[in-house]
């Protein structure tokens, strides 16, 4: 696979809105997941898949941070940083359309918040088999189900899509939000209608990551009141695979305006269809799967692919799954990344003689006469002596001064535990002060609200 026949694409202009209790004011992309940053995982995963040249969105004021982390990290992609203006409402689906003029073949669509070690060429193989406009990745969920977050009590509601597959073909029906669905799910009648047996899915995750037809981004460029592309783009995509092509031909209509805008923004006027390529619809064994029936005519054609259940996957996109994937990262870590990247990056201090299966990133500073176990020290962080460390995550820029005693806890990005705390089961939101001496059990100490209640979706 080259960058000739597809570029890749990775969206890392996400605001982190489902993080507020550990983020901060820091890039989503750059949450700490063991060694590395959160957008290394997603860039490592295309190079192991022979990408030489990756475009990553960003956010305009963010370029320059994630630039300068990224070059820390054992990388060999050249990146071309896209960037959009950090005062901007872009949903993905803008982020895609602001990068048009970028997009110059078929492509791959990946969310920065991907972690995974499983094999894009299935995917891409459903892809060119059936010359599809979109073929789509399915994870098993549940990473998180047997983690419990640290603070109060919550009822943990995970999201969740309902999918309709069409189980011969991996043909992809349907694709909705469950908290769409209410009580029944009510399935249009031309879904069934001689098109063999549909599973439906509710346990299965969209792992955003997409493989598209370049025509696709000149459609979704006219389609400029689509702001999002899970939520609206790509149910739009999903229903026009039963548009038909209308009887007029585009010579007999571009004479007429009202026409030619009404052809613009039908979906058919944009897929390559020339007599050229029905003939070799017809006579090619290659394509021989695009004329049987049920899908004789169909111009637009969207797949997914079920990654194979014992492959990792996880979209860190909560509070919970970002504490779930680094807890149980070390027990994972040569299956997902080899041998090849250290748990204790180059770059880190490590000073103690105490410590038990910790992950440490680039810069940390863990001093000596420290007892840490079992915890991942994000960049930057700075750990100072007579501490003990627990089942802990301390993140970017964090600060525990001396005598402190941490024991399944979150320490937020740029927070500062001052001398003598002793915090079990609690989270230390950004920035965060925990005042000298401070004794607390299963609290979010939050700048917002000292004992915010916590909300997970």
């Not at 797949?303 to 509070?319: E, F, L, W």
């Not at 535990?417 to 920035?431: A, Q, R, Y």
């Amino acid at each position: 696979m080259t960058n000739s026949e597809f570029q890749a694409v990775v969206l890392a202009a996400g605001r982190g809105t489902r993080l507020p209790e550990v983020l901060g004011d820091a890039p989503k992309c750059l949450l700490p997941v063991g060694p590395f940053p959160l957008l290394w995982y997603p860039l490592n995963m295309l190079q192991q898949h022979n990408f030489s040249e990756v475009i990553v969105v960003v956010l305009e004021q963010e370029k320059l941070e994630i630039q300068l982390a990224l070059e820390n990290t054992p990388l060999k992609l050249k990146v071309d940083y896209a960037t959009i203006p950090s005062d901007s409402d872009f949903g993905t689906a803008d982020s895609l359309r602001y990068i048009y003029d970028k997009i110059k073949s078929d492509f791959l669509v990946v969310s920065c918040d991907i972690v995974s070690n499983v094999s894009l060429y299935p995917l891409i193989n459903k892809f060119r088999e059936h010359d599809a406009a979109l073929a789509l990745l399915l994870f098993k969920s549940g990473f998180e189900s047997d983690v419990v977050m640290p603070g109060p009590k919550t009822k943990h509601k995970p999201e969740r899509d309902v999918i309709g597959v069409h189980s011969a073909t991996q043909r992809l029906a349907f694709l909705t939000a469950a908290s769409d669905c209410e009580d029944t799910l009510n399935i249009q009648r031309h879904l069934l209608k001689n098109k063999g047996q549909l599973d439906v899915y509710s346990r299965l995750l969209d792992a955003h990551i997409y493989v598209l037809k370049k025509w696709v981004i000149n459609y979704l460029h006219r389609k400029e009141n689509i702001s999002t592309f899970k939520g609206e783009f790509l149910t739009h995509l999903i229903k026009k695979q039963h548009a038909k092509r209308p009887a007029k031909a585009v010579q007999d209509t571009t004479s007429e305006v009202g026409l030619v805008t009404k052809l613009e923004d039908n979906v058919l006027h944009y897929v390559p269809h020339t007599a050229l390529d029905q003939k070799i619809t017809q006579t090619s064994l290659f394509n021989q799967s695009l004329s049987h029936v049920p899908y004789h005519g169909d111009v637009v054609r969207c797949y997914a692919v079920q990654a194979p259940k014992d492959a990792i996957g996880v979209r860190v996109n909560s509070t919970l799954s970002f504490l779930a994937i680094n807890r149980k990262l070390a027990s994972i870590w040569i299956e997902l990344c080899g041998e090849a990247h250290p748990l204790i990056a180059a770059g880190a201090l490590v000073k103690s003689t105490q410590t038990k299966d910790i992950i440490a990133a680039d810069n940390a500073k863990l001093s000596e006469k420290t007892s840490l176990n079992y915890s991942v020290f994000g960049p930057n962080c700075v750990i100072n002596p007579k501490n003990i460390v627990s089942n802990s995550l301390v993140m970017s820029n964090a600060i525990v001064e001396e005598g402190c005693n941490i024991d399944n806890c979150i320490v937020g990005h740029r927070a500062h535990v001052k001398k003598g705390s002793v915090l079990k089961n609690c989270i230390v939101g950004p920035n965060y002060v925990v005042d000298e001496g401070t004794k607390s059990q299963a609290m979010h100490l939050s700048n917002a609200d000292q004992y915010m209640e916590i909300d997970i979706q």
